[in-house]
């Protein structure tokens, strides 16, 4: 998988992590997920950021080296 | 026990044609004007990607059928009774939001910016005395607000021409310092292709930002007045 596939992809899931465990309708309800788990996806959401960041960094470096 | 995707109007003809968790039918719940879109399960589903995946699939489905509030992952009730009464209490609030995002989509977007915030590049200053402290600590509180009304400027420049294209929108900027803008915006179906084309210009005349658009979503960030229809919340037991 290139690169720019594999950050869209990284982006996606992160917009929907995002928006299903955060946004949305709250019934009331029994949400059976506890704060641990959702603490686990969140440092796992903070890692899909800074993977994001790293890829872009890493265009933009390879940018950098081949107009150089 | 039942699980609940999303919340639809309840004159829409069918359940959308999709399995559930544990590869259950889909099925509607309806009371006085709106519909709960669910499926009976045995077990809380794991948080992990394929469920994620596979809740967003029905609330996709349900939208391609009606208009749809999307649920919180993780949604159980004890029955269907519980979930009449569920939506039935919050009936005006869940008829008031579905109105508001007929025929429309969200659309995410997250601008990434580099930016030189001097800490990088300063030397190590030890500060020789409580003055030179002090007017190091003034010189780098006085650098972040100058960082910060830089970013709002350009967040600004960014959402401004692309929110009056949306019948609503939702703005952070900097909550992180690489992230310059985290935004969401309700988009009529019709309008989608008009926010692209000025997503695209936006990006021709911003070379030194990366854009990352992704959608159309269900309304996620649009299911209420003030972020959510959020009542009762017990969330976290």
Known sequence: ?68 | MIYVYAVTTSNVRSAPDVKGFEEAEVSLVRARGVAAVVSPIQSNPDLDEANVLRHEAVVEAAMALGPVLPVRFGTLLADEDAVREAIEIRRTELAAGLRRVKGRVELALRVLWSHDDGHASRPAVSAASGRDYLLTSLEQSRQVRCLRRRAEARARDIHRPLASLAADSTCHVLNTSRQLLLAAYLVDRRSVAAFRRELDQLTSANPDLRMFCTGPWPPFSFVGAGGGVAVATSAHE
Do not use: H
Not at chain 1, 7 to 25: A, H, M, P, S, W
Not at chain 1, 39 to 67: F, H, N, P, Q
């Open chain 1, 1 to 68: 998988m290139n690169q720019s596939v594999l950050r869209e992809k990284r982006v996606t899931l992160l917009d929907l992590l995002d928006r299903i465990l955060d946004k949305g309708v709250i019934l009331d309800a029994r949400i059976t997920l506890s704060v641990a788990d959702i603490d686990l996806v969140y440092v796992g959401l903070k890692a899909l950021v800074s993977s994001v960041e790293t890829l872009e960094r890493a265009r933009t470096t390879a940018a950098i080296g081949r107009s150089s």
